[in-house]
T-cell receptor, first 112, second 113 residues
Framework: DAKTTQPPSMDCAEGRAANLPCNHSTISGNEYVYWYRQIHSQGPQYIIHGLKNNETNEMASLIITEDRKSSTLILPHATLRDTAVYYCIVRVVDTGRRALTFGSGTRLQVQP | DGGITQSPKYLFRKEGQNVTLSCEQNLNHDAMYWYRQDPGQGLRLIYYSQIVNDFQKGDIAEGYSVSREKKESFPLTVTSAQKNPTAFYLC????????????FGSGTRLTVV
């Protein structure tokens, strides 16, 4: 699976949009981009995933560039409860499911 | 409610003792996973299982053992051979194929005293 690069930390003001970038320049055509977050001392929580098109759900939006070499997770109106470590993961989805590989992620601090 | 349960939440053991961490899911997921997390670090894969009675080593399997006798259960044993067992242990499950995400448990914090 392709390697990802994320900034180690980011700050965001409460109520503003949080834009978390992820670089995956070696991504291949059959690899999906997944985002998870981990609030302190809890298990990671699935947020969203996508292949080529932009995706939106009740938690966030995922914007993938046309060349698929990078993506951005957008939390439209960040709250204090969004303070967490956010992981961007790229993996192949095939019949032989392989385990996710987690990097160090981005620590998002939402400021009041 | 469907979910994945890890127990206990906190566990203490004496050095040299084996200890087993429980992971149970009622999501009807075929695949289950064990990860270890050290302070300030990401998750590292210990073992995973895609089907009952079958499992594969992850990146840091040494000093650990697992079994998968039932679809719902994937216990992890931390043996005395694990040099630095103090960590946060996370269990996850997913369907066997396809693009759906993982469901994680709330974790077990193991401390060796």
């Amino acid at each position: 699976d392709a390697k990802t690069t994320q900034p180690p930390s980011m700050d965001c003001a409460e109520g503003r949009a949080a834009n978390l970038p992820c670089n995956h320049s070696t991504i291949s055509g059959n690899e999906y981009v997944y985002w998870y977050r981990q609030i302190h001392s809890q298990g990671p929580q699935y947020i969203i995933h996508g292949l080529k098109n932009n995706e939106t759900n009740e938690m966030a939006s995922l914007i993938i560039t046309e060349d698929r070499k990078s993506s951005t997770l957008i939390l439209p109106h960040a709250t204090l409860r969004d303070t967490a470590v956010y992981y961007c993961i790229v993996r192949v989805v095939d019949t032989g499911r392989r385990a996710l590989t987690f990097g160090s992620g981005t620590r998002l601090q939402v400021q009041p | 409610d469907g979910g994945i349960t890890q127990s206990p939440k906190y566990l203490f053991r004496k050095e040299g003792q084996n200890v087993t961490l429980s992971c149970e899911q009622n999501l009807n997921h075929d695949a289950m996973y064990w990860y270890r997390q050290d302070p300030g670090q990401g998750l590292r894969l210990i073992y995973y299982s895609q089907i009952v009675n079958d499992f594969q080593k992850g990146d840091i399997a040494e000093g650990y053992s697992v079994s998968r006798e039932k679809k719902e259960s994937f216990p992890l044993t931390v043996t005395s051979a694990q040099k630095n067992p103090t960590a946060f242990y996370l269990c996850a499950s997913s369907i066997a194929t396809g693009e759906d995400g993982y469901t994680f448990g709330s974790g077990t914090r193991l401390t060796v005293v």
